[in-house]
């Protein structure tokens, strides 16, 4: 089956930096995303990942390792503003998205 | 309207009940999907089209259906509500180029 793993919650202070990792199985690899939820809110797109190696945007970078079907999202400088969960998903080779439950993270002033 | 709209935002249901909850989306995508999404588990992708005038299953489509009568619009109709139908219902559509997902602000149905 497919699987898409990423932890459940996580704490980290303001201004420091964290990284949510994210594993993967799945019938084949179209892309992995990375998207922002705001409690009680919509999801937002964060990033996008194909090839392997990091792509950073702003404070925001993600990084792709395919033959590892692992992937991580780090945030630098954190604000309170990025209280959130963050949603871990790939495409697989139907061009569906596979989603994983989220990481919610808390960030302590 | 600007980007993709659902309503309505909340609703309590009563078993049994008919409820369909709409969605409208103005950036002339092509696909479209609804999502449920519950508390612990990832996003679930009900049913999709990927252009107007076709439809397809998602992982849990029993109990749910859809048309795409015009590339704007994407009703999800629930011919019987159950219980277990208590979910927070996402609409999203997509540029099918970029695979990139812009989501509705979610319909919470409560159904008693």
């Known amino acids: 089956g497919q699987n898409i793993d990423q932890p459940t919650e996580m704490t980290a202070t303001e201004g420091a930096i964290v990284q949510i990792n994210c594993t993967y199985q799945t019938s084949g690899f179209n892309g992995l995303f990375w998207y922002q939820q705001h409690a009680g809110e919509a999801p937002t797109f964060l990033s996008y990942n194909v090839l392997d190696g990091l792509e950073e945007k702003g404070r925001f970078s993600s990084f792709l390792s395919r033959s590892k079907g692992y992937s991580y999202l780090l945030l630098k400088e954190l604000q309170m503003k990025d209280s959130a969960s963050y949603l871990c998903?790939?495409?697989?080779?139907?061009?569906?998205?596979?989603w994983g439950a989220g990481t919610k993270l808390i960030i302590k002033p | 309207i600007a980007g993709i709209t659902q309503a309505p935002t909340s609703q309590i249901l009563a078993a049994g009940r008919r409820m369909t909850l709409r969605c409208t989306q103005d950036?002339?995508?092509?696909?479209m999907y609804w999502y449920r999404q519950d508390l612990g588990l990832g996003l679930r992708l009900i049913h999709y089209s990927n252009t107007a005038g076709t439809t397809g299953k998602g992982e849990v489509p029993d109990g749910y259906s859809v048309s795409r009568a015009n590339t704007d619009d994407f009703p999800l109709t629930l011919a019987s509500a159950v219980p277990s139908q208590t979910s927070v219902y996402f609409c999203a559509s997509s540029n099918s180029a970029s695979g990139e997902l812009f989501f509705g602000e979610g319909s919470r149905l409560t159904v008693l």
């Open positions: 998903a790939v495409m697989d080779s139907n061009y569906q998205l596979i």
């Open positions: 950036m002339r995508h092509n696909a």
